[in-house]
């Protein structure tokens, strides 16, 4: 089995990835079975948004190849980041990794893509639903993508970095996010990208108005079939 190494910025988005993966391999391998798995949080959250802050995403790429050196060392074989704002930093240093990655935003887009979606919603951080890294991969995946309207993204965005990063889901917060949801429907969205590592530990599916793409679970899915592809095939 190959080696996962898991690019960890927030606690409850990397704690959220790493328990997919222990939770869902031993339908496959086995009673208490999973494969080796390293999570490098030795940068902080604060660290990497002093960056996003100042707009200086290669400065967030650095940060995320120093972690793919250290998960390197450790074992790892290739590497994931449940952290989606991050990945606008990716560009500047992924041709450089000495590990390959799997793309948060490019499993999203092959998971609607085998669902037939072609209209999706964006939720995440101010960072990710103004920025380019959905927006691309799913254009060159031929499926549109909206985000909210600017007050909402402001909304979410509190939402995020004030509760859900320190492990407070509120109802109040859900009610409003369940709003989005159905306002994003209104325009033609067929689902919704839960963009943010932390929107699963708010939205359940069965509460949204459309169906949900939990782009931290997809990933640590992709990178389990990854893993034990070797030990399974």
Known sequence: MQHIGIVAGSSEGAALC???????????????????????????????????????????????????????????????????????????VRDASPLPWLHIAEVVAQQAHSLGLRHLGVLGTRYLMEGPVYREVLESSDIRS?????????????????????????????AQLLEVIERLRGLGCDA????????????????????????TRLLARAALRRAIGSATS
């Not at 660290?47 to 250290?70: F, H, K, N, P, Q």
């Not at 909210?148 to 859900?174: K, Q």
């Not at 919704?192 to 793409?213: A, K």
């Open 146 to 174: 909206s985000v909210p309207g600017a007050e909402e993204r402001g909304t979410i965005n509190r939402i995020i970095f004030e509760e859900l990063v320190n492990g407070r889901v509120l109802a109040s917060s859900r």
């Open 18 to 92: 790493y328990r997919t993966i222990c939770l869902e391999a031993p339908l496959v391998l086995g009673e208490y079975r999973h494969p080796p798995v390293t999570l490098d949080g030795s940068v902080d959250l604060g660290t990497y948004m002093s960056c996003i802050y100042r707009d200086e995403w290669s400065g967030v790429g650095a940060l995320m190849l120093d972690s793919v050196r250290r998960l390197q060392a450790a074992g790892a074989q290739f590497v994931i980041c449940p952290d989606n704002t991050f990945h606008q930093g990716l560009p500047y």
């Open 192 to 215: 919704i990208v839960l963009g943010c590592t932390e929107l699963p530990l708010i939205i359940e599916p069965q509460d949204s108005p459309l169906p949900t793409l939990d782009s």
